[in-house]
């Protein structure tokens, strides 16, 4: 059974840092490329960072250049996300996405709820 498990959510102040976590199972994860996304409250969900399926590049949203590091440990099944100077804006749902590098195939985890406020 496929599973993402996020977590490392929760409530921070503004230029706080937190470090999300997706443990994943039930598929071969050094075939797959994973990316965090996130979704605020009536707002399309976006892409924040993805990276290579043996983390040999990666790639970031303007707007998280500078500020977050998504990182992968293929000897664990995780992919992190280190999230600095948040701001209130970053506010959102995120989520973890795998998708195979040669086939059609993708998975979502559930989500974490990461809230920036004072």
Not at 9 to 19: F, T, W
Not at 58 to 78: E, L, P, Q, V
Request: proline share 3%.
């Amino acid at each position: 059974q496929v599973q993402l498990v996020e977590s490392g959510g929760g409530l921070v102040q503004p230029g706080g840092s937190l470090r999300l976590s997706c443990a994943a199972s039930g598929f071969v994860f050094s075939s797959y490329a994973m990316s965090w996304y996130r979704q605020a409250p009536g707002k399309e969900r976006e892409l924040v960072a993805t990276i290579t399926s043996f983390g040999g590049s990666t790639d970031y949203a303007d707007s998280m250049k500078g500020r977050f590091t998504i990182s992968r440990d293929n000897a664990k099944n995780t992919v992190y996300l280190q999230m600095n100077s948040l701001k209130p804006e970053d506010t959102a749902v995120y989520y973890c996405h795998a998708a195979h590098v040669f086939k059609d195939w993708e998975y979502w985890g559930q989500g974490t709820q990461v809230t920036v406020s004072s």
